[in-house]
């Protein structure tokens, strides 16, 4: 099927830029690093027989054209940005595996008859600027002018690091695509987690993107003397917070696709012999599927205005952000089983808890992703790794699953 030494030999090249010295790549958005990566794989885009352009946010694209040229056109998408001291395989596995499916189907001679489009989108991350997904918000129409003020730590924003790139940031409006003018979004992944080794299996079928919403707790009572202040007249914050915390996990656990994740916590005023008068903390509650989601969350609200009532505890609660969760769609997911089935692999099926690109499409045209084992759930950091075996499994996995969705066919031959 696939060329399992060409993929893994691009992977590698891929991984040579933006190298570290201490192991990892770092590659940021409208960089020389980026704009370094993005020649090498608009290379292989051209060793393919892609045709190749970038769009006016910077996406890099490769066309395979269509037997019918105005037919809806299948995209398969993801980045070839890093984090600092990120792995080889986050984004770029989806973006190269995207360009050697279209390149085995031109040398098997395959047409299709949707046109398909591999396409690496601009600054998945967000790590320049705190602000990610910029090539797919402009893909799909969301990315606005006031985005492009965010700035990176030296105070240079969007708009200006894109000029100093060769765009034109009045022009992002003509990167969206129209319409109805994308039949599916595919994108290949590497797990960033630990289901698949787990079950000891190298590919997956991925549900549905969950939706995060971040809340800040605050608990407020009143500060004491750690030795003079007797346990019944009390009124410390932090023992209701532990009960909240312990509550906040009984419950999500109860939901087999949610997560919770306390990962910041302030004690005030933080003195070892001192009743704390304040305690905060963060929880990240995520889901794929929004009602499930808020369920939870409303359940933790009410138990904890519930024990802080009767610890006369003041209880305050902040929402910083609410992301709305992305379901793959049904019919793409059933394509992929299908795929699934021609490649001899177990069909597995688990949610994603980490974003990908394919959230900003969830209003725009149905979406699908496959994940691919990750050594150790290690991802975001130079031991990031994917076996070769498993890479290939996967793009075989995106190539029957884009040529079922492209319409594609084998030219017969003659006698």
């Not at 023992?239 to 994740?261: L, S």
């Not at 305050?316 to 793959?328: F, H, K, N, W, Y």
């Not at 994917?386 to 884009?402: F, P, Q, R």
């Amino acid at each position: 099927m696939i060329n399992q030494k060409r993929l893994w030999h691009r992977i590698s090249e891929l991984s040579k830029v933006g190298r570290q010295e201490k192991g990892g790549v770092t590659r940021f958005s409208f960089t020389e690093e980026t704009k370094q990566a993005k020649a090498l794989v608009s290379s292989f885009m051209k060793e393919a027989g892609l045709e190749v352009r970038e769009d006016t946010v910077g996406n890099l694209i490769g066309r395979k054209e269509g037997s019918r040229p105005d037919a809806q056109t299948v995209v398969i998408g993801s980045h070839i940005d890093s984090v600092p001291n990120g792995g080889d395989f986050d984004g770029p596995l989806g973006v190269l595996s995207g360009i050697e499916v279209c390149q085995t189907m031109n040398e098997q001679g395959i047409k299709t008859v949707h046109p398909i489009e591999v396409i690496a989108f601009t600054d998945e991350e967000g790590s320049r600027f705190g602000f990610g997904m910029i090539g797919s918000r402009g893909f799909a129409g969301t990315l606005q002018q006031e985005d492009l003020q965010h700035v990176d730590e030296d105070g240079v924003t969007i708009r200006e690091a894109m000029r100093k790139d060769g765009l034109d940031p009045d022009k992002i409006a003509d990167s969206a695509r129209v319409g109805n003018s994308i039949k599916a979004y595919i994108e290949l992944h590497i797990e960033q987690g630990k289901v698949l080794e787990n079950h000891n299996l190298p590919v997956g079928i991925v549900s549905g993107i969950a939706g995060p919403v971040w809340l800040k707790w605050t608990l407020k009572g009143e500060a004491g003397h750690a030795g003079a202040t007797p346990m019944d007249i009390r009124r410390d914050p932090v023992i209701p917070a532990a009960q909240i915390i312990k509550y906040i996990e009984e419950e999500t656990k109860k939901y087999p696709t949610a997560v919770a994740t306390i990962g910041k916590i302030a004690v005030k005023p933080g003195g070892f012999n001192v009743i704390p008068s304040q305690i905060e903390f963060s929880l990240d509650l995520r889901d794929i599927h929004e009602d499930t989601r808020d369920k939870i969350e409303q359940a933790i609200t009410s138990y904890a205005c519930q024990v802080c009532k009767e610890r006369d505890i003041e209880l305050e609660i902040s929402t910083l952000q609410r992301v709305p969760p992305s379901p793959c769609s049904a019919s793409i997911q059933q394509s992929i089983e299908e795929a699934f089935v021609k490649t001899g692999k177990e069909i597995f099926t688990l949610p994603s808890g980490a974003g990908h690109d394919g959230m900003q499409f969830k209003d725009f045209c149905p979406i699908g992703m496959i994940f691919v084992r990750s050594q150790n759930g290690i991802s975001h950091n130079p031991e990031e790794w994917s076996t070769e075996e498993d890479c290939k499994d996967g793009a075989n996995v995106l190539y029957h699953t884009v040529l079922q969705l492209a319409g594609g066919q084998t030219p017969k031959s003659c006698g």
